[in-house]
């Protein structure tokens, strides 16, 4: 039996609220395991692989759009904005529109409302591609240094 079809009968408000609760309780174990496991101790996490294989590759290794997140995450759970800032500005700037987005999918569930296929209209999604792109492009170049974690 599923928590979807309980018996053939509608799921109730509790079970349907039970997908976005558990995303929560998932982030938020992941926040709380990385504040207390400090990411800028050597030896608790790995090595970004992106980062890895171009230092094996070049000689100088290149950074992700994600490199310095854990240690924004860290930072957060401080309640370091300003470093967590300096580590990875996007990371910290998408945050509130995952919070958003987590938001209206709970009062969805919540409504009883179905499931929305898409999480945003495509044109956002994109656009959103691009800036990541653009944002691990000039992480790597000499003037957007300042992006580096």
Do not use: K
């Amino acid at each position: 039996m599923s928590v979807t079809n309980l018996g053939g009968r509608a799921p109730g408000r509790l079970a349907a609220v039970l997908p976005p609760v558990g995303v929560a309780l998932a982030a938020g174990a992941v926040f709380a395991f990385v504040g207390a496991v400090d990411p800028n101790e050597p030896g608790h996490y790995p090595t970004c692989p992106f980062l890895w294989l171009t230092e094996q590759a070049f000689g100088t290794g290149l950074y992700c759009p994600g490199c310095g997140t854990l240690r924004t995450i860290h930072a957060l759970a401080h309640l370091d904005v300003v470093a967590a800032l300096g580590l990875n500005p996007l990371a910290v700037a998408v945050l509130p529109f995952l919070a958003f987005w987590w938001g209206r999918w709970t009062v969805r569930a919540w409504r009883g409302r179905p499931r929305r296929v898409t999480l945003a209209h495509p044109g956002y999604v994109y656009a959103f591609l691009v800036v990541v792109l653009v944002y691990w492009v000039v992480r790597n170049l000499p003037f957007g240094a300042f992006l580096a974690p």
